[in-house]
């Protein structure tokens, strides 16, 4: 599975949201599944293979997009992540905020 973000794109499951993350078979080059969470430019992923989860970091970089909860010493608004289960195609816990425009992600074992 190849995963691609879409920063900008239209959230049918929850409005007022941007963004997606779209799974494409590499084996047939196909759209097989589009992800919509409570994202808000979503930029970085990563993915977890041992575990199957994948990471999704929302830039939160405009200011029509979710206020932070806490206050940052840098300029900008805080982003935040999601965790979603490959399995199930479900997010497994509650997003939560990080530092200001997270613009990729990493997993590290």
């Known amino acids: 599975m190849l995963f691609v ?13 941007r963004g997606s993350v ?22 970085g ?4 293979d041992r575990r199957d989860l994948l990471y999704v970091a929302s830039r939160n970089a405009d200011p029509t997009g979710p206020a932070p909860h806490h206050v940052s010493e840098c300029a900008g608004r805080n982003g935040f992540y999601h965790v979603i289960d490959l399995n199930t195609w ?7 905020e990080i530092s200001v425009d997270p613009y990729s992600a990493d997993v590290r074992r």
Do not use: L, S, W
């Open 90 to 96: 479900q997010r497994i816990r509650p997003p939560a």
């Open 45 to 48: 992923i990563a993915v977890d």
């Open 5 to 17: 973000v879409c920063q900008e794109d239209v959230n049918p499951v929850y409005p007022g949201f």
């Open 22 to 43: 779209y799974v494409v078979d590499m084996n047939t080059m196909k759209v097989v599944r589009k992800v919509y969470e409570k994202f808000f430019q979503p930029h």
